[in-house]
């Protein structure tokens, strides 16, 4: 059988990561693109070195040329700025938007069978934007956000309850900024729902609500420790979760960013949700029950996303 093509779109922190962790679990091959010349010819190289030590055989190249991710199975975009202390995830907006239109320009014209996994923020316009950039279907062009909130609100709880996080499940839904939501209802521990936990005194409402809080600014803590750029092991593990799910056909239901057609009430966004990642891509988006208070919040959400969507139109016409 053919090896798979994993194309990595920006040779940053993100992008090495990725490329380790694709290298590391047999994903493919492998294309480190950026616009840098040297960065990610380096990188693929000092990786392709690991090989030899961890026994794993994938070709890792780098290159400066969109013609190399021709035929890529997969491709994953981290291309663009990260933010630095006291900037919002929105703040680069303008600046990435550009970089999509590069990235979804290269994507269409060399891999327009590949699945888009888009890590880059602000998440939710850029994804959107990447899509209409690149004209792939809607079920191949996912945005990487759920999976790294939920990622870090199971990590919250599963200290909280000093459990493996193993056991620990939960939904981050809505839009990958301050505004995203947590929802405690659809979060357990092996099974057991938070707040029976909490009802048994294992916590508290405060508590949680204060995780909840935590998991909300999770991006933003780590981005004031960092001071020089912001996470990048959480976010290429959940964009390579992503990705064995569809390479693999495994049918995951995993929150992400995905194009909404009515669901929730939504219709032409993206935003996080749950949904099925099988060899289809994005092949069902699956609606839960939400309470009065998620809704309302799921709402505020949206609502943010769509002014980011009118800040994109407002920027590059031909997105209108
Ligand atoms: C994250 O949540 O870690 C990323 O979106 C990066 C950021 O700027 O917070």
Request: hydrophobic share 45%.
């Amino acid at each position: 059988m053919a090896r798979k093509k994993i194309a990595l779109i920006g040779a940053g922190n993100i992008g090495g990561t990725l490329a380790h962790l694709a290298a590391l679990k047999g994903l493919g091959d492998i294309v480190l693109f950026d616009v840098v010349e040297g960065i990610p010819q380096g990188k693929a190289l000092d990786l392709s070195q690991c090989g030899a030590v961890e026994g794993f055989d994938a070709k890792i190249t780098g290159s400066n040329d969109y013609a190399d991710i021709a035929g890529a199975d997969v491709i994953i975009v981290t291309a663009g700025v990260a933010r630095k202390p006291g900037m919002s995830r929105d703040d680069l907006l303008g600046i990435n938007l550009k970089v999509m239109k590069a990235v979804g320009e290269g994507i269409a014209a060399n891999a327009p069978d590949a699945f888009v996994i888009c890590i880059t923020n602000p998440l939710d316009a850029m994804v959107w934007a990447l899509r209409e950039f690149s004209g792939l279907p809607h079920n191949k062009v996912v945005g990487m956000a759920g999976v790294l909130d939920s990622s870090r609100f199971n990590h919250f709880l599963a200290e909280e309850f000093q459990v493996s996080a193993k056991d620990v499940t939960s939904f981050v839904l809505g839009g990958h900024g301050d505004t995203m939501v947590p929802v405690i209802e659809y979060s357990t521990v092996a099974g057991i729902p938070v707040p029976d936990l909490i009802k048994q005194g294992r916590s508290t409402q405060e508590r949680i609500d204060a995780i909840v809080q935590r998991t909300r600014s999770g991006g933003g803590e780590i981005v004031a420790l960092l001071k020089t750029g912001s996470a990048f092991y959480a976010p290429a593990t959940s964009a390579i979760a992503m990705a064995e799910a569809y390479l693999g056909d495994k049918k995951r239901l995993l929150p992400c960013a995905a194009n909404l057609t009515g669901q929730y009430g939504v219709d032409n966004l993206y935003v996080g949700v749950p949904v099925i990642i099988g060899k289809d891509g994005v092949e069902q988006v699956i609606e839960i029950e939400l309470n009065e208070e998620a809704k309302g919040n799921l709402q505020v959400s949206v609502d943010a996303v769509k002014e980011l969507l009118d800040a994109c139109k407002a920027i590059d016409p031909s997105l209108a």
